[in-house]
Nanobody, 114 residues
Framework: VQLVESGGGLVHAGGSLRLSCAAS????????MNWVRQAPGRGIEWVST???????NYHDSVKGRFTISRDVAQNTLYLQMNWLKPEDTAVYYC?????????RGQGTQVTVSS
């Protein structure tokens, strides 16, 4: 199982980014997939989940701004982030399964300036 995140960067508040998570070794459509994040000096925080039945859930702090999706053909998970805020600054990781804090990838840094 391998998960490789990309797409992070530096944006101004109000900007947008789309994160990608390329998966290998398993089929992302058959498992729960999550996005989690870790801000400097803080623990891992759950952000969003998509189930094998396409049920999507979001942390209250990102509802209406972030959208989780997946491309089964590319075996890739996405997180579209709009209206970014400075408090969204963190390293973002994708994880698989119900244990959403089982981080295995390197993550991608998102920095939002005010």
């Amino acid at each position: 199982v391998q998960l490789v995140e990309s797409g992070g960067g530096l944006v101004h508040a109000g900007g947008s980014l789309r994160l990608s998570c390329a998966a290998s070794g398993f089929d992302i459509s058959s498992d729960i997939m999550n996005w989690v994040r870790q801000a400097p000096g803080r623990g891992i925080e759950w952000v969003s989940t998509i189930t094998s039945r396409n049920i999507r859930n979001y942390h209250d702090s990102v509802k209406g701004r972030f959208t989780i999706s997946r491309d089964v053909a590319q075996n890739t998970l996405y997180l579209q982030m709009n209206w970014l805020k400075p408090e969204d600054t963190a390293v973002y990781y994708c994880t698989k399964g119900a244990v959403w804090d089982d981080v295995r990838g390197q993550g991608t840094q998102v920095t939002v300036s005010s």
